[in-house]
């Protein structure tokens, strides 16, 4: 059964970093795709970013385009979101999810998840 650990969120002003790491066990985590996904209150969770077995192939969702880099090291089994350039927008519970396959942007693709970490972007 496959476990996602998320840990690096916290509170952060505006246009500061944080990076998020999700440490994975349970399956081979080189196999597959993994995301980041983010939810704020009353609303549905929504990608972020992906990126396929290897690390070769990366996806982002518009918003994070050149601030974000989603990235991979399957020898330590840990998936990574850099997150630069903060904004109070990005302020949410951000999730990693391994994919079962299907479109990497869709959450139905994701049938492992992790706790998720909550960061905050002040103004």
């Known amino acids: 059964q496959v476990q996602l650990v998320e840990s690096g969120g916290g509170l952060v002003q505006a246009g500061g970093s944080l990076r998020l790491s999700c440490a994975a066990s349970?399956?081979?985590?080189?196999?597959?795709?993994m995301g980041w996904f983010r939810q704020t209150p009353g609303k549905e969770r929504e990608f972020v970013a992906a990126?396929?077995?290897?690390?070769?192939?990366?996806f982002y969702t518009t918003s994070v385009k050149g601030r974000f880099t989603i990235s991979r090291d399957n020898a330590k089994n840990i998936l990574y979101l850099q997150m630069n350039s903060l904004k109070p927008e990005d302020t949410a519970f951000y999730y990693c999810?391994?994919?079962?396959?299907?479109?990497?942007?869709?959450?139905?693709?994701?049938?492992?998840w992790g706790q998720g970490t909550q960061v905050t972007v002040s103004s």
């Open positions: 349970g399956r081979t985590f080189a196999s597959y795709v």
């Open positions: 990126i396929n077995w290897s690390g070769g192939r990366t």
């Open positions: 999810g391994q994919s079962r396959g299907g479109t990497y942007a869709s959450i139905r693709s994701y049938d492992a």
